[in-house]
């Protein structure tokens, strides 16, 4: 059993990778798994589960919203959909993210000190 | 709002996230399967892939929750179908722990209304008793009510202090009220000018005295105690301005105090102002107890400089008449020691409450240990529910707090129930309490003792379940999944808790045993106390004073006793009777002056011993069972005669001539002024305050004599306690002739304190029968419950080891070798409990040693006898477990597997 803390890979990066799959199209519970898994070439070892959490806080917090459709496989599922407020969370947390990126990339630089 | 909404559209939700992660899986398998894979591998694939479900499930619908709320919410619903599904055990605890937060909730109430809460009146922390020691005043070390105060001595106070609001003195007494129904004899008290100011609580009808009725040969006034105007005036307002009879005297009534009041912690009916005439004030006289209100903002020690400093200022403003010398008083080393005024309401009581509190909660920790004791049973029972949890992903801290919220209930309800236990707790220790517990009026249950119930409710459910909740769900807990459980034989490690919980029982139990053994060594020890008089049960005694107003010359009051105690002795009956200023422990206001003997030389030759002096007719030494030690006994003629003659006890002849033969002949007298008075008997050693005081030296004058406080007229004690032996003494019949003996000398004589001996003596020693009572129950209390933890561990060890036990008798060990070995593991717990629990009560006892007499706090004889009765209880207890561990039939113990 892991932790979540395993699972999350830091706080906040499942999230922001859900809202910028979702950027692109709006998807339902299992494309969404099965998109970050490819785009990452499963890198990211990451629970399918743990989708699931996450998404509700996002519900919540109202940065996606979800509506019950038929998908391409003509399943009943609930579709999640990136709203403004999610939008604009999304540049914040991406822009935010680089420069923490730009950060810990300069300290571990070889050769620079 | 938006919270509101989700509360309510939360069922939804929850509906939609098992429908998609359902969806999320079937998707899953179909795509597997799809991929060639057979169904079976796929379910198992994508459920691996996915995570735990319920876990994703419960993580997600977590996001909508109040979480901590709500689980504690399951939680509570979780205990109760717990609690419920075991309603043996939980009757048990319930109970358990209703009996000893009920006994920790009433006792607490009485430390509470009693110690704890401020007096009843407005900021009462400004008031204090003006409390004074004299150490250089030989013989007043025996008055453990230090040196009152003289009337000289409060009106320098008053009005030249700079300490005080206001201060002023009192005194209790007696007054007969005539003319409203039959005679009665009823409580008073006497308060000057500045006591009721100090008190500041306003009165419930009329006005409180004024100065204006402190004024001597002034207007009469009284004012009458709401009690005593409910009783005899039924509550008439009008009865303000009208006029009573009190001692002989018409007095105005001018109000009546409210409801409840007490002057300190003085029950009365009437108050009487203390009209002191200046100009016949003297410096001696002391008297009166003063009681004031210190100004805002000034601490004890700063009232204490200001009498000192005043202490010269009263030797120069007043003397004790032509000759004396006002400041020889210096070398009695009046040093003032004010206390606050409720440490003087509380006296002595707060030490019984105090160690009365302590091992009720003793008796409460015991009885947590039992309940562990049964939630570690229960809970290992329970151990493959809590291991399904935990497979099941439930964290640790989840399942500690599931099962501390278990018990915490536990202990609330067992709270709640045991406050109606306390409310019935409380009448009792009010019946059985000492009839002399300061402040009983005040006693209830109050919101802060109620606070105190819900605290150690919520402290005790805490304590319960904390061992069992750590033991068995906590971090490290080995949890192990098994099959049915066949345990082998249980480890050493898992009965250790167990085992320490007994042991501390056993050692509890045993500190408050040998507390209620050494207060019945105490008990034993006063009986054989002689207190000076015998056969305390025919001996009715009751006091009658015959006022000045009534009968004027002395020798008529003189008269009128002789022909009382004629008639009594006369009474059917009666052996013999006698009479007295006080009886000894009756608790009334001793007199007592400078001794001085003629052929002793004093310094200063004003200084001599002070004495208690008592006066006693002729019969009353036999009627009252007192020997006569050495002399005789005053006659009827000596008295009449005013024949200068004086008894005195053992140990003042022995202090002062060596041996009591040594004493007759010898002359002693009061003060310079009265005529040397003929040592010619000398009496046994009486306990005048009870028999854990010493017995105090006293001078027996004759209840008439010449030049008695300096008049020059022959004096007589006008009130006096007559004393009737009589083996029908206290019965109803026997009362009502004693009645109509006493009416038909004068029927305006009120009879009052009418008792036995007996019940004068009970009450004296009630303090101490008071604490026997409560810690013997505390004791017995510890001491059921440490035999139950005992039997219980035991019993629960034989059946646990039931298949070794079964196997040990089939390889052909005997019946007596099993009960030897469980006899052993039982002695074993109990000797470690005797051995910690000596140790406990060796420290602890001493806490108790003012309540003591006659044993000293170690006494070696308890500790054996209190050790060696818990052993062999305790290996009672094992033995019948033991017993039947001998009758298990070695093929069905095997079989059980």
Redesign the interface.
Do not use: M, P
């Given at each position: 059993m892991k932790t979540r803390e395993q699972r999350d890979l830091f706080p906040g990066a499942l999230e922001m990778m859900i809202l910028r799959t979702l950027k692109r199209q709006p998807l339902h519970g299992y494309a969404l798994a099965q998109h970050i898994k490819r785009t990452s070439n499963d890198l990211l070892q990451i629970e399918e589960g743990s989708l699931y959490p996450a998404l509700q806080r996002l519900l919540k917090e109202e940065l996606v919203k979800a509506e019950w459709g038929i998908s391409s496989t003509n399943r009943r599922v609930r579709i999640y959909k990136l709203t403004a407020k999610g939008a604009k969370h999304l540049e914040h947390e991406v822009s935010r993210f680089e420069k923490m990126l730009e950060g810990i990339t300069r300290v571990l630089a070889p050769g620079e000190s | 709002m938006n919270w509101l909404m989700?509360v309510f559209s939360r069922r939804r939700?929850y509906g939609?996230?098992s429908e998609?992660?359902r969806?999320?899986l079937?998707?899953?398998i179909e795509e597997l399967v799809a991929d060639g894979m057979s169904r079976k591998e796929a379910t198992a694939a994508a459920c691996r892939?996915?995570?735990?479900?319920t876990?994703?499930?419960e993580?997600?619908?977590?996001?909508?929750r109040w979480t901590s709320v709500e689980e504690l919410l399951a939680d509570i619903r979780y205990g109760l179908r717990a609690l419920r599904h075991n309603p043996m055990f939980t009757a048990v605890a319930l109970l358990t722990i209703a009996i000893g937060i009920g006994a920790n909730t009433a006792v607490f109430s009485v430390v509470n209304s009693v110690l704890l809460k401020p007096l009843n009146y407005p900021n009462a922390e400004q008031l204090v008793s003006l409390h004074q020691i004299a150490p250089g005043a030989p013989g007043l070390a025996d008055f453990e009510t230090g040196l009152h105060l003289s009337p000289s001595m409060y009106f320098t106070y008053a009005e030249h202090n700079r300490a005080f609001q206001s201060l002023g003195v009192w005194n209790t007494g007696t007054a007969s009220v005539t003319g409203l129904a039959e005679p009665e004899q009823v409580r008073t008290v006497e308060v000057s000018d500045g006591v009721l100011q100090a008190l500041d609580v306003p009165p419930a009808v009329g006005r409180w005295l004024s100065e204006a009725d402190q004024v001597p040969r002034g207007p009469q006034r009284v004012m009458l105690s709401y009690g005593y105007w409910q009783r005899r005036f039924g509550g008439d307002r009008s009865v303000v301005g009208r006029n009573i009879t009190v001692d002989a005297r018409p007095r105005e009534v001018v109000g009546v105090t409210h409801k409840g009041f007490r002057l300190v912690d003085t029950d009365f009916d009437v108050m009487v102002p203390l009209a002191f005439d200046r100009r016949n004030l003297i410096l001696a006289g002391f008297g009166f107890e003063g009681v004031a209100r210190v100004k805002p903002g000034v601490t004890i020690a700063e009232a204490n400089a200001d009498l000192t400093r005043m202490l010269p200022i009263w030797m120069d403003s007043w003397t004790n008449g032509p000759g004396t010398n006002p400041h020889f008083y210096e070398t009695w080393k009046i040093t003032p020691m004010i206390r606050p005024l409720k440490r003087e309401v509380i006296g002595n009581v707060s030490d019984v409450l105090w160690v009365v509190m302590g091992t009720i909660g003793l008796v409460m920790l015991v009885a947590c240990a039992n309940v562990t004791n049964l939630l570690l049973v229960r809970i290992e029972a329970r151990q493959q529910e809590l291991a399904v949890r935990a497979a099941l992903?439930a964290g640790w801290g989840r399942m500690v707090r599931g099962l501390l919220v278990e018990s915490v209930m536990l202990g609330l309800m067992g709270g709640a129930l045991g406050a109606a236990f306390a409310y019935a707790g409380v009448r009792l220790l009010l019946a059985i309490g000492p009839a002399n517990l300061p402040r009983l009026s005040e006693i209830s249950l109050d919101a802060r003792t109620l606070g105190f119930t819900v605290l150690l409710a919520l402290f005790s459910g805490l304590l319960l379940g904390l061992i069992p909740a750590l033991k068995y769900a906590g971090p490290g807990a080995s949890l192990a999944l098994r099959s049915g459980g066949r345990a082998a034989s249980a480890s050493r490690e898992r009965h250790r808790a167990r085992n320490i919980l007994v042991v501390g029982q056993v050692a509890m139990a045993l500190v408050l045993l040998v507390s209620a053994g050494l207060m019945i060594r105490t008990f034993q020890a006063l009986r054989t106390v002689d207190p000076g008089f015998t056969d305390a049960q025919h001996l009715q005694v009751m006091r009658i004073s015959i006022p000045g107003a009534l009968v004027a010359e002395p020798e008529r009051v003189l008269r009128i006793q002789n022909e009382i105690l004629e008639k009594l002795a006369a009474t059917p009956g009666v052996k013999s009777a006698g009479l007295v200023s006080e009886m000894p422990m009756e608790g009334f206001d001793s007199d007592w002056d400078c001794i001085f003997a003629q052929d002793k030389t004093y310094p200063d030759d004003v200084m001599a011993p002070l004495r208690l002096y008592k006066y006693i007719s002729p019969g009353f030494l036999q009627t009252a069972g007192t020997r006569l030690v050495a002399g005789r006994e005053f006659t009827w003629s000596d008295v009449y005669g005013l024949r200068p003659i004086v008894m005195i006890s053992e140990n003042l002849a022995r202090e002062t001539w060596g041996t009591p033969s040594a004493a007759l002949g010898k002359q002693l007298r009061e003060f310079p002024s009265m005529p040397w008075h003929e040592v010619i008997g000398v009496i046994e050693d009486v306990r005048e305050r009870g028999v854990q005081d010493k017995a105090p030296e006293i001078v027996y004058w004759p209840p008439m004599m010449e030049y008695l406080f300096g008049s020059k007229d022959a004096q007589t004690v006008r009130t006096v306690t007559f004393v009737a032996r009589s083996e029908r003494a206290g019965t109803e019949s026997f009362l009502n002739e004693v009645r109509q003996a006493v009416w038909s000398v004068n029927s305006n004589l009120p009879l009052a304190s009418v008792r036995t001996m007996e019940e004068v003596y009970d009450k004296s020693v009630a303090r101490t029968s008071f604490t026997l009572v409560m810690l013997g129950i505390a004791g017995a209390m510890a001491l059921v419950l440490g035999i139950i933890g005992i039997y219980g561990v035991i019993s629960y060890t034989v059946s646990q080891r039931k298949r070794e036990i079964g196997i040990r008798l089939a390889l052909g060990a005997q019946g007596e070798d099993v009960v030897r070995m469980i006899l052993r593991q039982g002695a074993k717990m109990a000797l470690a409990g005797v051995a910690i629990g000596i140790g406990a009560a060796l420290g602890l006892t001493p806490l108790m040693r003012s309540l003591l007499f006659g044993v000293t706090a170690q006494d070696p004889r308890t500790f054996a006898a209190v050790a060696s009765l818990l052993i062999l209880v305790a290996l009672l207890a094992c033995y019948i477990p033991a017993r039947r561990a001998t009758r298990i039939d070695p093929l069905v113990a095997l079989r059980y597997e």
């Open positions: - | 989700q939700i939609d996230l998609e992660i969806g999320h079937e998707e899953k892939a996915f995570g735990n479900v876990l994703t499930e993580d997600s619908r977590n996001v909508w992903g």
